[in-house]
């Protein structure tokens, strides 16, 4: 019987690389390259707040209090930046949830996006999840740099699964935001016709 020496939780997560416009998954062997095209993304349940990654380290975080209500910067000095994180969810591209958490701009312009898109469509769809599918990546300008953007889009929605509980009673340092609550657009989402689904293997 292995020995439960862990100081926390580790959370499975999968990591995009804007340096080369792709994805890592974490495992117990480390980071691994991941190939994928549909995920349920759990935008019910997104949260947002600062955060700080440093190598080798858990992600320090100090949420928000809610989607519309921004935490103050923790004035310590550190290196705390705006960030996001949710849980996705693929049995045949993850092995199950998988969070997906960051403060890079790139992945924070994808997630921005792919939330209008959402909020747009989210109220058509009670009680449903999106299926998101991964279209690449787009390259923008950031000041004096550039970053690749991922594309994400809405192409079904379907029952919220088992594995992919929606989180009624947050953490103290984990506040649960509920439907609508931070609109961020009025983008119109893609999502399958009912007529015509499409064959989608999660």
């Not at 998988?98 to 209008?116: M, N, V």
């Not at 959402?118 to 550039?146: L, R």
């Amino acid at each position: 019987m292995p020995l439960n020496l862990s100081n926390g939780e580790f959370t499975p997560h999968i990591r995009w690389m804007a340096s080369t416009s792709s994805w890592k998954i974490s495992t117990e062997d480390g980071q691994e390259p991941l190939t994928w095209q549909h995920a349920i993304f759990d935008l019910a349940g997104i949260r947002t707040g600062w955060a700080i990654f440093a190598e080798g380290e858990a992600p320090q975080w100090e949420m928000d209090a809610s989607l519309t209500h921004r935490a103050p910067r923790p004035a310590d000095g550190g290196e705390w930046k705006r960030g996001f994180k949710l849980n996705v969810f693929s049995e045949s591209a993850f092995g199950g949830i998988r969070e997906f958490a960051t403060t890079a701009t790139g992945a924070g312009k994808g997630i921005e996006e792919l939330y209008k898109a959402y909020e747009a469509e989210a109220a058509q769809h009670p009680g449903k999840v999106p299926v998101v599918q991964f279209d690449g990546a787009t390259h923008v300008k950031i000041g004096k740099g550039s970053t690749s953007v991922p594309k994400f889009n809405i192409v079904d929605w379907r029952d919220r699964p088992a594995e992919l509980p929606l989180e009624t009673a947050p953490s103290p340092t984990q506040t649960k935001f509920r439907d609508h609550q931070a609109p961020l657009g009025n983008e119109a989402a893609v999502h399958a016709d009912p007529d015509d689904p499409i064959p989608i293997n999660l």
